[in-house]
């Protein structure tokens, strides 16, 4: 498996088998803990524990012993579901669904004292049961914030014939809890700005700037992306005044969670799920991968973005860099750069009418390759799949985003190759993250195109990245 070309070694992953959501994600003390839903069993989707992670720099990991266990015959039965990580006046407490077949899903506590190696768990849940005057579609997923004095919880949710809702309660004890109705519900017969789904899973809601934010993954009996909401929050409600995609990448950036660091940061891990068949993934032995741990901030338009963290600079081994110089239309211009594992800088000039593109994991004679494309006509960057992998049962869709420049602003482009992973900073206000599996051993070259006219490269530096196991 350690073999396994589409395998990333920068982001963190399990050794092996199944990996979906972010959990739990908190600083305590000198260390950084990243729980995650894990199937020890094999890689899909099953009798879900809560794996464990720490590291001391957000970047290098180490493997602890899994944190959460079903219980036969609790309300965890047959999975612990995801949730978060609060200090309780200096006790770590673990609030989380637990998950009974065929649907009950109720809202579990557990607690540790040794240093988050073991957990204890509440002895019932500490909500029954939903709102009985609530037709739910799920009733999941856990963030909780302190709030004059008191604990506060959304729980995911969504209400039939309606849309998304995240339900808001409020506990003195975090295992009483009182509900205050709903903080938001969506509507799902609404398209535009963007269609909002009928459940949102994994809510996450903090204060930025001078507004409050309000994180959802949209579920309509699969997965479809995630999505950032900000507004003004008073009386128990949010009232968003903005909401859009959180991430490009639809499914590949899912189920986000953030941590507020005593630094003042604000860092978010989401999960990539892969983008082949479930064959080939079992095949494999691994599934999903965390993308790379990012600071949530607001952008130079006023939305919501996620970039980064300045650590990940400590994985850049030699640079290889691409003289300055211009890209005649018409044909490709390869660059002396090679690499599966890769950071890249890109900065240029797009042609003023045209496309200019980095092709990516390509093929000595381009015929396999991931391209990633900026449009000038109708402002919009492009990653482009369809000829990603040659072979090989995998996604081949194109993601989008609209980016306009402005007047003298030249495309700045971060890519994080990574194995099977694709992480895109588009001028630190736009992302997309995604999977790519090329079928080619040569496909690991680095080209430029410009199409309509000519284009201006400013810069285009390249770093080897180093692996993330300590």
Same mark, same amino acid.
């Given at each position: 498996? &350690?073999?396994?070309c589409h395998r990333p070694r920068y982001h963190f992953l399990p050794p092996a088998n199944w990996m979906n959501d972010p959990n739990g994600l908190i600083q305590w003390g000198d260390t950084f803990h990243l729980f995650y839903q894990y199937n020890p069993?094999?890689? *899909?989707?099953?009798?879900?524990?809560?794996?464990?992670?720490?590291?001391?720099? /957000?970047?290098?990991?180490?493997?602890?012993?899994?944190? /959460?266990?079903?219980?036969?015959? =609790?309300?965890? +039965?047959?999975?612990?579901?995801?949730?978060?990580?609060?200090?309780?006046? @200096?006790?770590?407490?673990?609030?989380?669904?637990? $998950?009974?077949?065929?649907?009950?899903?109720?809202?579990?506590?557990?607690?540790?004292?040794?240093?988050?190696?073991?957990?204890?768990?509440?002895?019932?849940?500490?909500?029954?049961?939903?709102?009985?005057?609530?037709?739910?579609?799920?009733?999941?997923?856990?963030?909780?914030?302190?709030?004059?004095?008191?604990?506060?919880?959304?729980?995911?949710? =969504?209400?039939?014939?309606?849309?998304?809702?995240?339900?808001?309660?409020?506990?003195?004890?975090?295992?009483?809890?009182?509900?205050?109705?709903? /903080?938001?519900?969506?509507?799902? @017969?609404?398209?535009?700005?963007?269609?909002?789904?009928? &459940?949102?899973?994994?809510?996450?809601?903090?204060?930025?700037?001078?507004?409050?934010? /309000?994180?959802?993954?949209?579920?309509?009996?699969?997965?479809?992306?995630?999505?950032?909401?900000?507004?003004?929050?008073?009386?128990?409600? $949010?009232?968003?005044?903005?909401?859009?995609?959180?991430?490009?990448?639809?499914?590949? $950036?899912?189920?986000?969670?953030?941590? &507020?660091?005593?630094?003042?940061?604000?860092?978010?891990?989401?999960?990539?799920?892969?983008?082949?068949?479930?064959?080939?993934?079992?095949?494999?032995?691994?599934?999903?991968?965390?993308?790379?741990?990012?600071?949530?901030? &607001?952008?130079?338009?006023?939305?919501?973005?996620?970039?980064?963290?300045?650590?990940?600079?400590?994985?850049?081994?030699?640079?290889?860099?691409?003289?300055?110089?211009?890209?005649?239309?018409? +044909?490709?211009?390869?660059?002396?750069?090679?690499?599966?594992?890769?950071?890249?800088? *890109?900065?240029?000039?797009?042609?003023?009418? =045209?496309?200019?593109?980095?092709?990516?994991?390509?093929?000595?004679?381009?015929?396999?390759?991931?391209?990633?494309?900026?449009?000038?006509?109708?402002?919009?960057?492009?990653?482009?799949?369809?000829?990603?992998?040659?072979? =090989?049962?995998?996604?081949?869709?194109?993601?989008?985003?609209?980016?306009?420049?402005?007047?003298?602003?030249?495309?700045?482009?971060?890519?994080?190759?990574?194995?099977?992973?694709?992480?895109?900073?588009?001028?630190?206000?736009?992302?997309?993250?995604?999977?790519?599996?090329?079928s080619r051993p040569d496909s690991l070259g680095v080209a430029l195109l410009a199409e309509g006219g000519r284009a201006e490269v400013v810069a285009l530096r390249a770093w080897e990245m180093a692996g993330i196991w300590e």
């Amino acid at each position: 498996m &350690l073999n396994d070309c589409h395998r990333p070694r920068y982001h963190f992953l399990p050794p092996a088998n199944w990996m979906n959501d972010p959990n739990g994600l908190i600083q305590w003390g000198d260390t950084f803990h990243l729980f995650y839903q894990y199937n020890p069993a094999g890689p *899909f989707h099953r009798n879900i524990h809560w794996g464990h992670a720490t590291s001391r720099d /957000l970047i290098h990991w180490q493997h602890q012993p899994i944190a /959460l266990a079903p219980t036969p015959d =609790g309300p965890d +039965a047959d999975g612990c579901w995801s949730g978060c990580a609060v200090d309780d006046h @200096g006790t770590p407490t673990l609030i989380y669904t637990g $998950f009974r077949l065929p649907e009950t899903q109720q809202p579990c506590l557990a607690v540790s004292y040794d240093g988050m190696v073991t957990w204890q768990k509440w002895p019932q849940p500490i909500i029954s049961a939903p709102p009985p005057d609530l037709d739910l579609l799920g009733f999941r997923d856990h963030t909780i914030w302190r709030e004059a004095g008191c604990w506060h919880m959304l729980i995911g949710a =969504g209400i039939r014939g309606q849309g998304g809702a995240a339900l808001h309660y409020s506990s003195h004890d975090l295992r009483h809890w009182k509900y205050e109705g709903p /903080l938001l519900v969506g509507d799902a @017969g609404q398209f535009e700005p963007i269609w909002t789904g009928t &459940l949102w899973e994994c809510p996450d809601f903090f204060a930025l700037g001078d507004d409050h934010v /309000l994180i959802c993954s949209v579920w309509d009996q699969r997965p479809y992306y995630t999505i950032a909401m900000q507004g003004s929050y008073g009386d128990s409600r $949010f009232t968003p005044h903005t909401i859009h995609k959180l991430d490009a990448g639809d499914v590949h $950036f899912y189920a986000p969670q953030t941590a &507020l660091l005593r630094d003042g940061r604000r860092i978010m891990f989401g999960w990539a799920m892969e983008g082949r068949s479930e064959a080939v993934t079992r095949a494999a032995g691994w599934a999903g991968v965390m993308s790379l741990p990012r600071e949530v901030k &607001l952008a130079s338009d006023g939305s919501l973005v996620t970039i980064p963290i300045a650590e990940v600079e400590r994985l850049r081994g030699v640079a290889t860099q691409a003289a300055p110089g211009y890209v005649s239309p018409g +044909a490709l211009q390869w660059m002396a750069i090679q690499g599966a594992h890769l950071e890249l800088e *890109f900065i240029a000039h797009p042609p003023a009418s =045209g496309s200019l593109s980095i092709w990516l994991r390509a093929s000595p004679d381009g015929s396999e390759a991931t391209i990633l494309r900026y449009d000038t006509d109708t402002d919009t960057l492009t990653l482009d799949r369809s000829r990603s992998a040659l072979a =090989g049962e995998v996604w081949r869709d194109s993601h989008h985003c609209l980016l306009p420049l402005t007047v003298g602003e030249p495309l700045h482009l971060r890519i994080f190759l990574d194995g099977s992973l694709i992480e895109v900073f588009a001028n630190q206000r736009r992302s997309i993250t995604s999977r790519i599996y090329p079928s080619r051993p040569d496909s690991l070259g680095v080209a430029l195109l410009a199409e309509g006219g000519r284009a201006e490269v400013v810069a285009l530096r390249a770093w080897e990245m180093a692996g993330i196991w300590e």
